[in-house]
């Protein structure tokens, strides 16, 4: 009852997932083989429901009383192309959309590797239009090159390389320059005072591929400094599973006590990691 054939790697019924969790070669072609034909047993929407139930519960319980501006960070580095990109822009547009219902300031901050940083705001503080939300549309359907059918143009970068150890140079995944650009933006040191937002909390959505650590020791001290004076927040929102993880668990790697997620944030959420198609099949 309430079993449906399909692709739902999120929903697999027990025998399905066993196979999963083999390192039998047979057992890997079967898994692939029903995936193609679209036969792979769920219990839909039973692990949709149980992320939703999670998700509820947890919002259930946060603190109200304070609704301020919000920073969202989102990777979209060489190893979020395709859906783990589109999950970290789908969350970065319903906090906008949140925003905007709640005229609440906010900045959506892209990154990848090195220097490659744009950004926009978010519509909402002084009442949104339709022209702010297709700006903010034609933004998230852009990227820095792999998947994109269109990169930034213009000038949207902000290059602190120089500033920077050379580590954090190298390539990879590059963490620390949008974080000094939200640190900027709340402190105001990006040219003059952004009064809309100092009070801004961070939301840093990522598949956790980051260095270790993930940042320099002047960045994490100014997050540590805006967390005693201002009460800053960064929350983390993980949306793929590490290679490293067991595909049937609920314990991530790229979350773990130590990780650079850990060390930047301050609570990291996974209700979105165990849907990780990509990590699954491969």
């Not at 029903?34 to 047993?41: T, V």
């Amino acid at each position: 009852d309430g079993i449906t054939l399909g692709r739902d790697v999120a929903a697999l019924v027990a025998a399905d997932r066993a196979l999963l969790a083999t390192d039998d070669d047979d057992a890997a072609r079967l898994f692939r083989a029903k995936y193609a034909a679209r036969a792979l047993a769920s219990a839909a929407p039973a692990g949709l429901d149980d992320a939703r139930s999670r998700f509820a519960e947890r919002r259930a319980v946060l603190p109200r009383g304070r609704r301020g501006p919000l920073i969202v960070c989102i990777d979209t580095s060489f190893s979020m192309a395709g859906g783990r990109e589109a999950v970290a822009k789908s969350v970065a547009l319903a906090a906008c959309r949140v925003a905007a219902a709640q005229r609440r300031a906010g900045l959506v901050l892209a990154f990848g590797a090195a220097d490659e940083l744009a950004e926009v705001r978010c519509p909402g503080a002084e009442g949104a239009t339709a022209a702010d939300f297709d700006r903010l549309l034609d933004f998230l359907e852009r990227g820095f090159g792999g998947g994109a059918s269109r990169g930034y143009q213009g000038d949207p970068l902000h290059r602190e390389a120089g500033r920077r150890d050379a580590r954090f140079r190298a390539g990879g995944t590059d963490v620390v320059g949008p974080l000094r650009r939200a640190i900027a933006a709340i402190e105001g040191r990006d040219g003059a005072a952004d009064s809309e937002l100092a009070d801004a909390d961070i939301l840093l959505v990522s598949d956790g591929e980051l260095l270790d650590p993930p940042a320099d020791a002047a960045t994490l001290e100014a997050l540590d400094r805006l967390r005693r004076n201002r009460e800053l927040r960064v929350q983390g929102l993980l949306v793929s599973r590490s290679r490293l993880d067991d595909p049937v668990s609920d314990v991530f790697v790229n979350a773990a006590p130590g990780s650079p997620m850990d060390q930047l944030c301050d609570e990291v959420h996974t209700f979105l990691a165990a849907y990780d198609d990509l990590t699954l099949l491969r």
